[in-house]
């Protein structure tokens, strides 16, 4: 049985200590002041210099957020945020524009070579064997700014543009224009609206027509500063038959106090296009008795705009205190795809409530929807999805299939699905289960000798597999990994 | 987008805040039941009409949908045209409700020896402690405006081991375009046997709107089959709602079909008070033209070693919108629930729509808990194989629409309400395919 | 009894059929062989009147009628039987209701009167004694928690109800086991009679051991590319396919 040595094998890898990124890095920071005003988003658009249009559309996008009330109805409860106690931008002081790898700050590099991302263009990622002809691009997001971005030049051989989207609507301003609150509009919801104002960073991605992009492309998200929100925006365009497979992680140090985290990523495929989107989020997940942690609000959104275009979510989300998160596809395109595949592993005090939106609006549309939700300790893990039928979209098709593990008896499973169909000729099937881990699974583990802990996580390993093998293998190796660690002290 | 003022009241909150004013001091009561009555109109003025950002409501806002309120039925009823009995045929006895008032005259209680039916106006002056039992955890507009205006309706009781013969059926008729609100309780012993019709029907071309409540306590070892039929007349709004709570190795079974009324919207709230104790509940909905029809579910296992089975099933012609909400609930600790819930829709037409939204909150870790939902049209295969036996499309599609919807009212387990409420199904469909040949 | 001349099909964009010529005389069996993707099934449904398929040239005659135009259930009254390679399951429909249906439909298309309840159990229990069905799988809903072998027995039950001129039988002998595949194909042989034609579509030989055709066809990309007799399809199971792939393309 290889499969168990192997699970036995990344079992014992685990660290003794729960979440082994919530180190601080000391570094000086350039901070705007506490709170949030026009004078903020102002300071924000200055630090950034953005031109005219692009402050106007923060300052619209602010004024109306004023105008807005949080969301009530996922099932996640906290305090009231005080976001005038916020601090809205923080940039490492050493990083001034965008720069070349040997500029940037030995002590960010060390930060990231720590949690295991390359930023040297040799490198792979850490710890994966038999990777060495893969390569990665790596844009690293630090607090609010991009601090680099690694294959650039080699990119834009391809035709790519692969940039901070700082730097991407000084560069680019007629795409950014083009398409930015284009798929999420800046009155979309309480969070998207507070991102289209604040945002910092994130990344922007042009392939254009019929470029295949030539390696993955990837994010990495990292929060530092103490009381810092994180309002990364993130923009990314296929092109009539384009490809691009983008990787996104995240972490945060350990802090006892929350840090929100607000994103907004929108993604668009025109003709024949395809985007494949891949998320590890690990974000600090609160301590064991529910102290600190990040709360994740992140709006998530693709438009297949383009017949036969194909938008693919990946996600598997391990950390945050709490998660409220439905990457969505808008299936706008004649024959456009939309999948969404989700690991939501909570524990502890987390809460999770994730999930995604098909909207099927063109003919012979497809979804595929696969969540496996798996909650211990005194977590409660939701799966919240909508999956539509516009009058016009004939022949469409949606299968789900939400599936929810319990471990314990003080956590909580929800599966909430809405399913809508105003079309006669659409076929929609949803399934869903929840159970707990089979006894005589268990058993029969445990009697070929491996611990309960160990075959907790084996056989956890078996009922996300299908979600597993959708990610590409960089990521699936540290997913696996990511899930033991978080379900540690599961198992009574 | 999530800003909630109180929306300023519409014609129709408006109308009924006039009708109770008007009639307050007229309904009847004890002083107990007329300040229930005062609170329950101050909590559904407080929320208002549902609308869709009552997630319960979500896809019936009765806001847009009740455009206006008919005057109340008091304790006198109108008379005017009783419509033909849906069920003849059907062997049972048939306590009769014409608009809002219990009619002993009418009615026939022979073959239920042992079971005693008395006017719910009688609990209401006696202020008998059953008005409102089961209604506790229901945070619900529509059975608060209920609560505020009851009138009519009966009360039966089945004491302890007794079992009653007949089919017991509750006849709700209207025949004016008036606002009836009726209550019913139904009180189930230990060991006791039951079998229930609930029928709501009404004359055609009547805008009239029915708000039933019926509270339900079914004791241990009980047996109790359950079946609603809303065949309500063609003009009319049907708001009904069952509450029930099911004891220890209770054995209780419920159907509910819907294929009356302009919008309707039928409520059941179960809930385990004791263990081992087994529910089966099944929907069938068929609606065409611009009917509306929403079947909302809560199946609540507050205790251990529950079994729930629900299957619903829909079929949409015309331009009209079918809806299932079914939510289970396992509390914490309530461990070994075994629950599935499967919903159904099938659209006929190009128009019509179905939603659902069926739902699981699980606090227990050892349960097996499913549901799945389908929506579509008449399988294309399925077609083609009768098709090609030479059987012609009409009479194939209704063989197909009959069987789908045969899995949910063969569901029961009653032969005998299965085979009427079959025939009414059939009828459904006799009537569709007649229209689709003219 | 059935003439298909130059007939084109296609799904959507895909071209399947390109060209079949076939004709099958009142009385005779014939067999049609050819590798996956040939085009057999498609050819089975076709003729059967299933939705899905444009026609884009061609004629078929039935009796000598152009039946391209005639629905699937018309062209069943008219004695056209296909017996499916995977028998649909059909909930709720108990098989019992389902045989009534049919036949009566069938009568009453040909303008026959309806069968009373007890003749029609009687001819039932006759067809079903012959083929193990029992009254049990009758009382069951059509076709479903049957058996592979349950369900074939059930397709040919349905033929000998419905007493079709022609009966295609499409990979009858798929998902058979060797006393399966006996008693369906005795019950095949029991049907044959001068006055039904057959058309058996299969990909293996071994059928053909039980269901002697009296003309073998060989089906390859969406053509007859050989005729012959039952010998050809010896050959055919010594030699396989490969030299009508290439031939074809």
Not at chain 1, 361 to 369: A, E
Not at chain 2, 326 to 355: C, N, Y
Request: with cysteine; proline share 4%.
């Amino acid at each position: 049985m290889p499969a168990v040595q192997e699970t036995i094998d990344q079992v014992s890898l685990i660290d003794v200590d729960q979440y082994k990124y919530g180190f601080v890095t000391d570094i000086e920071s350039d901070r705007a002041p506490k709170g949030l005003s026009e004078d903020i988003v102002r300071f924000i658009s200055a630090k950034k210099n953005e031109p005219e249009w692009m402050l106007e559309w923060r300052l619209e996008a602010y004024r109306r957020w004023l105008t807005m009330t949080e969301p009530k109805w996922a099932r996640v409860h906290y305090p009231k945020i005080d976001f005038d106690d916020l601090y809205y931008y923080s940039a490492p002081k050493s990083t001034k524009g965008p720069k070349s790898l040997d500029e940037v700050d030995p002590e960010l590099l060390a930060t990231y070579e720590k949690l295991g991302i390359p930023l040297r263009e040799r490198e792979i990622l850490a710890g994966v064997e038999g990777a060495s002809d893969r390569r990665v691009a790596v844009d690293a997001v630090f607090d609010s700014v991009s601090v680099v971005t690694t294959f650039k030049e080699e990119l834009k051989k391809a035709g790519v543009i692969f940039c901070a989207i700082s730097e991407a609507i000084r560069e680019y301003p007629e795409i950014v224009k083009k398409y930015l609150g284009s798929v999420v509009p800046t009155t979309d919801n309480y969070y998207a609206t507070l991102n289209s104002a604040v945002f910092s960073d994130g990344s922007f991605v042009y392939i254009p027509e019929g470029v295949r992009c030539p390696m993955e492309l990837s994010t990495y998200f990292r929060i530092n500063e103490r009381n810092t929100g994180q309002f990364e925006r993130t923009l990314i365009i296929a092109e009539k038959g384009a490809y691009v497979s983008y990787l996104e992680g995240c972490t945060a140090p350990m802090r006892d106090e929350n840090q929100l985290h607000a994103a907004v990523v929108e993604l668009v495929a025109l003709d024949d296009a395809e985007i494949k989107y891949s998320t590890v989020q690990n974000w600090y997940p609160g301590d064991k008795d529910g102290k600190g942690g990040i709360y994740n609000f992140v709006t998530k959104r693709g438009d297949c705009r383009g017949d036969r275009s194909k938008i693919s979510w990946t996600q598997v989300e391990t950390g945050s205190a709490i998660t409220w998160k439905y990457p969505s596809c808008i299936l706008r395109g004649d024959d456009s795809q939309g999948e969404f595949y989700s690991i939501a592993v909570s524990n502890g005090y987390q809460q999770v409530d994730s999930g995604t939106k098909m909207i099927h609006l063109g003919k012979r549309t497809k979804s595929r929807i696969i969540s496996k939700g798996i909650a211990a300790g005194r977590s409660d893990n939701t799966y919240r999805g909508l999956v539509s039928a516009h009058r016009k979209a004939s022949g469409a098709r949606n299968f789900t299939n939400c599936d929810s593990l319990l471990i314990g008896d003080k956590c909580g499973a929800h599966t909430v699905p809405y399913i809508e169909s105003k079309n006669a000729s659409a076929v929609f099937e949803h399934e869903a289960t929840t159970s707990k881990i089979a006894d005589d699974q268990l058993f029969y583990c445990l009697q070929r000798g491996l611990s309960s802990e160990e075959a907790v996580a084996l056989i956890v390993n078996g009922f996300v597999k299908d979600v597993i093998q959708q990610l590409p293998m960089e990521f699936a190796v540290e997913a696996q990994k990511l899930i033991s660690i978080s379900l540690e002290g599961s198992v009574g | 987008m999530n800003a909630q003022p109180r929306i300023l009241r519409t014609q129709a909150e408006d109308t009924l805040a006039a009708e109770f004013a008007a009639a307050r001091t007229q309904l009847p009561g004890s002083t107990a039941i007329a300040s229930a009555r005062e609170a329950a109109f101050a909590a559904f003025q407080k929320v208002g009409l549902p609308h869709r950002r009552v997630e319960a409501w979500k896809y019936t806002d009765l806001r847009a949908l009740l455009r206006s309120v008919p005057p109340l039925a008091l304790d006198i009823a109108v008379d005017g045209v009783v419509p033909a009995d849906p069920l003849i045929g059907f062997d049972r006895a048939r306590i009769v409700i014409i608009d809002g008032v219990f009619r002993p005259e009418l009615s026939d209680l022979s073959g239920i020896e042992g079971a005693t039916i008395t006017p719910t106006v009688e609990l209401l002056r006696a202020d008998d402690a059953r008005i409102g039992a089961r209604l506790g955890a229901i945070d619900d507009a529509v059975v608060s405006l209920n609560t505020a205006l009851m009138v009519g309706g009966v009360a039966i009781d089945v004491p302890e081991g007794v079992t009653v013969a007949r089919a017991i059926e509750i006849a709700h008729v209207t025949t004016a375009a008036i606002g009836v609100h009726v209550r019913n309780i139904v009180t189930v012993g230990a060991d006791a046997s039951l079998r229930v019709v609930e029928s709501h029907v009404g004359s055609v071309g009547s805008a009239y709107q029915a708000n039933v409540v019926t509270e339900a306590t079914i004791g241990d070892r009980a047996k109790v089959v359950w079946a609603k039929l809303q065949a309500e007349g063609d003009a009319s709004v049907h708001l009904g709602t069952l509450a029930v709570s099911i004891g220890k190795e209770t054995q209780f079974d419920h159907l509910v079909l819907m294929t009356g009324a302009t919008v309707s919207r039928s409520q059941t709230f179960v809930t385990f008070t004791g263990e081992f104790a087994r529910a089966g509940l099944f929907g069938a909905t068929m609606i065409g033209g611009r009917q509306h029809a929403d079947i909302m579910l809560g199946v609540d296992h507050a205790v251990p070693n529950g079994q729930s089975r629900e299957r619903f099933k829909a079929v949409m012609d015309g331009r009209a919108d079918g809806i299932f909400q079914g939510r289970i609930v396992v509390r914490p600790d309530a461990q070994k629930v075994d629950a599935r819930m499967m919903t159904q829709g099938l659209l006929l037409s190009e128009e019509s729509s179905f939603s659902a939204k069926p739902e699981l909150e699980i606090f227990a870790d050892d349960v097996q808990c499913a549901h799945g939902a389908t929506s579509g049209q008449i399988d294309d295969d399925m077609l083609f194989y009768l098709l090609s036996r030479g059987i012609p499309k009409a009479e194939a599609e209704t063989l197909l629409v009959t069987a789908f919807l045969a899995e949910a009212i063969e569901g029961l387990g009653d032969e005998a309400i299965g085979a009427a409420f079959e025939a009414i199904a059939g009828q459904w469909l006799a009537a569709r395919g007649s229209e689709a040949a003219a | 009894m059935l003439e298909i001349r130059n007939l084109h099909a296609s799904v959507g964009d895909r071209q399947i059929l390109r060209g079949v010529d076939l004709v099958v005389p009142t009385g005779e069996v014939h067999a049609i062989m050819g590798p996956n993707g040939s085009g057999k099934s498609t050819l089975s449904y076709v003729l059967s009147g299933r939705d899905g398929y444009d026609i884009t040239e061609g004629e078929i005659l039935f009796d000598g009628k152009e039946i391209i135009d005639m629905p699937a259930e018309e062209r069943a009254a008219a004695g056209i039987f296909l017996a499916f390679q995977y028998p649909l399951e059909i909930p709720g429909v108990a098989t019992m209701t389902f045989l009534k249906a049919a036949l009566n439909a069938q009568r009453k298309a040909r303008g026959e009167a309806e069968l009373t309840t007890p003749d029609f159990m009687r001819r039932v229990k006759v067809a079903a004694e012959k083929l193990n069905v029992t009254q049990e799988m009758l009382r069951r809903p059509l076709n479903v928690g049957f058996s592979g072998g349950e369900k074939k027995r059930n397709e040919i039950l349905q033929m000998a109800l419905l007493e079709p001129k022609l009966a295609i039988l499409d990979e009858t002998d798929s998902g058979l086991d060797i006393d399966a595949l006996r008693v369906v194909s005795d019950g095949v042989n029991a049907l044959r009679s001068p006055n039904r034609s057959m058309l058996v579509i299969t990909h293996y030989q071994r059928l053909l051991d039980h269901i002697v055709p009296d003309v073998v066809h060989v089906m390859s990309a969406g053509r007859i590319v050989r005729s012959g007799g039952p010998e050809l399809a010896l050959e055919l199971e010594a030699n396989g396919y490969a030299g009508y792939v290439e031939a074809a393309a």
